[in-house]
């Protein structure tokens, strides 16, 4: 199967908000079972799975048979860094990055 990521970087002012958005070209038509997992990794730091917060308006995840989409809202600088997106299924996974980039807004 294929998919692609919407854009391969997006760039927000501290305190605005960023969608990144994957989907699946093909590879779904079969009644496959898509799974759909984001990692963050920053300079000197490991990879950690981004989950949904508490707090809804912050950090969530929207994932559907074809796409997957992460929200993040209030962003801060702590916020930027590379993003992967990947999909599985029981054909095997792909994973794609997307960076964002966080501008203060001073």
């Not at 809804?56 to 997106?85: A, V």
């Not at 996974?93 to 501008?103: D, E, L, N, T």
């Amino acid at each position: 199967f294929l998919y692609v990521p919407q854009f391969e970087s997006q760039s927000a002012i501290e305190g605005g908000s960023v969608e990144l958005k994957c989907k699946v070209l093909y590879g779904f038509e079969n009644n496959q079972e898509i799974s759909w997992k984001w990692i963050k990794s920053s300079e000197g730091s490991n990879d950690v799975e981004i989950k949904n917060t508490e707090n809804e308006y912050e950090i969530r995840i929207d994932n559907e048979s074809f796409e997957s989409t992460l929200h993040i809202k209030n962003i801060t600088q702590e916020h930027k860094g590379n993003f992967k997106c990947i999909v599985k299924n029981s054909f095997g996974q792909h994973a794609r990055k997307i960076i964002v980039r966080v501008k203060s807004n001073t």
